[in-house]
């Protein structure tokens, strides 16, 4: 049926919502084996590009393919991927336990799957409360034991965190690292870089429907120039001592350390020490990736799409 | 081929199996069947009753008048039922069920397949309840009772008359999508704007238009055989199929004309929703 690779690959995928253009040739691969984080703004194509890859939107143009196959061509679809979608319901009236047990026979997995995933989540003590009755993260909880009741081999996630508590949130990290370390695929999108941070191995950052970056977070990191942090004896001397070298990208911080681009720690160590001044403290500026992420997708906001 | 063929079918299996399991863990199909099970009762009676009063007057008959009535309650559980088809899918859009019922089906064919299975069924299980109360009606009130077949000839043309209507009702909430637009569809279909167009042609003295619609259709099928044992031992039984034409106000295509008039609507309505699903983007 499928090749069983896990991988996702996306081409060349475009969709436009009437003028509106929401995708725009997005193309990425999702590897198995590690935890991929979907970054971008609110209404930078994420949530179509991840229902396109689902099949539930059909794209204007390219493909996408889960186990080199469409969704709509993988024969038992849930027992290769499991989902959990924004936007994603419950009757408020259907008790958890009845509501896994309508997918379960839809998937045909016997109800005892059903009660242990409940129990995975946490929600085996609500399991015969109807729905209509649970918090936010308690609903995101349950969407993520309808996405696992098929044992799937990749998971997708549109903004799994929303409405999750701290300790939810932590839950679910764990969860999906230990999901990726054994060979299977994450890919789990986010408007919020801090919020999966920690949690992923490598980012899709799209930002108006197009990919800006693919690769690891330390190749982001990297990327971006990097500046050195230094506290001396005596700025002015070693300002003008750094003048005289041609190094001009030098500020003076709120903190009174000087931040100095363009040069590693070692020669601006050597610098100082020709000068004859001390330095006190001497670090790398640990960038922000939050700053990389906002001029990466910076923009969006200021065109004259409606959002 | 043969295993994929096996295989398709085991999944079609599954489906439908969901789908019973959405219907009986909410209210929805037994609220719709507490109107059913009354109106079936309650006409069924006041039909024996009509007839008790026609048998007291002079010369007057004393006929299998539960027969029509149980027809015509056929054609009101109908409607019942053809709601509850419009909210196999609407109900799934308004609660966004739907997202993780197209994930866990192998296609969307599939998914409308299994609704038309598991919502027939249940279309067939009101006219059965239909049925019973009718005969309970028939029994309690006053008049001839029916023979057993006639009793079962008329139930089973009015069985696949609320198949047929329950199936057209999933075509029209697929073809829709919102459940209150579909359900609205229906009702003003059925209470106004049928009886308005037949109110229309008839004045125009163009009455045959109307026997061609699908309420028309379905309500030959659902009486054309009551009318007809009406009429059955002449004499005063042909006064009283005249009368019983009358008051369905209908009935002049014969019964299986009227079946395959409304079977061909029902198969062009799922046909439309079957298109429409296809290409809808589920956001």
Do not use: C
């Not at chain 1, 060349?12 to 919502?17: D, Q, V």
């Not at chain 2, 006219?127 to 009772?145: H, P, R, W, Y």
């Not at chain 2, 000839?153 to 579909?182: F, M």
Request: glycine share 14%; charged share 15%; no cysteine.
């Amino acid at each position: 049926m499928h090749d069983g690779s896990g991988r996702i690959v996306v081409d060349g995928l475009s969709k436009s919502f009437g003028p509106v253009s929401a995708v725009s040739d997005l193309s990425f691969t999702v590897e198995p084996g590690a935890v991929t984080g979907f970054l971008g703004p609110n209404g930078s194509g994420k949530t179509t590009t991840l229902r396109m890859i689902l099949g539930l939107v059909r794209p204007d143009s390219g493909t996408a393919t889960v186990n080199g196959r469409p969704y709509g061509r993988l024969g038992q679809p849930a027992r290769v991927v499991g989902a959990v979608l924004e936007a994603q319901g419950f009757h408020p009236a259907r008790r958890a336990r009845a509501h896994l047990g309508v997918y379960a026979a839809a998937i045909g997995v016997p109800a005892a799957r059903a009660a242990a995933v409940l129990e995975l989540v946490g929600l085996g003590p609500a399991a015969d409360r109807p729905v209509g009755g649970y918090s936010l993260g308690m609903r995101q909880r349950l969407a993520l034991a309808t996405a696992l009741l098929g044992d799937p081999q990749v998971l997708v996630l549109d903004e799994p965190a929303n409405g999750m508590d701290p300790e939810g949130i932590a839950w679910l990290r764990t969860f999906l690292q230990g999901f990726a370390r054994s060979g299977r695929t994450v890919l789990v999108s986010s408007h919020l870089l801090a919020e999966i941070e920690q949690t992923v191995d490598s980012v899709v950052i799209v930002s108006r429907g197009a990919a800006v970056h693919r690769g690891s977070l330390e190749e982001l990191r990297r990327g971006s120039s990097s500046r050195v942090l230094v506290a001396p004896s005596d700025g002015r001397a070693l300002v003008s001592a750094l003048r005289a070298r041609g190094v001009t990208d030098v500020e003076q911080r709120m903190d009174g350390r000087l931040a100095i681009g363009g040069h590693d720690r070692q020669q601006i160590a050597h610098l100082a020490l020709d000068a004859g001044v001390a330095l006190y403290d001497l670090a790398e500026e640990r960038v922000e990736l939050e700053q990389i992420f906002l001029q990466l997708t910076s923009g969006q906001y200021g065109s004259e799409r409606q959002w | 081929m043969v295993s994929d063929l096996v295989l398709s079918r085991l999944a079609l299996g599954r489906l439908v199996l969901a789908e019973y399991r959405k219907i009986f863990s909410t209210k929805l199909w037994w609220t719709l069947l507490i109107p059913v099970a009354a109106v079936a009762l309650l006409f069924t009676l006041a039909g024996g009753g009509f007839v008790g009063v026609l048998a007291d007057q002079p010369g007057g008959v004393d006929l299998p008048f539960a027969l029509v009535t149980l027809g015509l309650t056929m054609g009101f559980t109908a409607t019942f039922a053809a709601i509850f088809g419009a909210l196999a899918l609407g109900s799934e859009n308004r609660h966004r069920t739907i997202t993780t019922t197209l994930l866990t089906g192998s296609s969307r064919q599939a998914v409308l397949t299994a609704k038309l299975v598991a919502h027939g069924s249940v279309g067939l299980l009101y006219a059965a309840v239909t049925a019973l109360f009718g005969v309970i009606g028939a029994t309690i009130g006053s008049g001839a009772l029916p023979s057993a077949a006639a009793f079962a000839a008329v139930a089973a043309t009015g069985g696949l008359a609320v198949l047929l209507w329950t199936l057209l009702g999933i075509g029209v909430g697929y073809l829709i999508g919102n459940q209150v637009a579909a359900v609205l569809a229906l009702v003003l279909y059925s209470l106004i704007i049928s009886p308005l167009i037949g109110g229309i042609l008839t004045a125009a003295e163009i009455p045959r238009v109307g026997d061609y619609l699908p309420d028309g259709a379905s309500t030959a099928l659902t009486t054309d055989l009551a009318v007809r044992e009406l009429g059955a031992d002449g004499g005063s039984g042909r006064v009283a199929a005249e009368l019983g034409t009358d008051l369905t106000g209908l009935a002049t295509l014969p019964w299986w004309a009227g079946g395959l008039l409304l079977a061909g609507y029902a198969v062009l309505l799922v046909g439309l929703g079957a298109l429409a699903d296809e290409r809808r983007d589920i956001t």
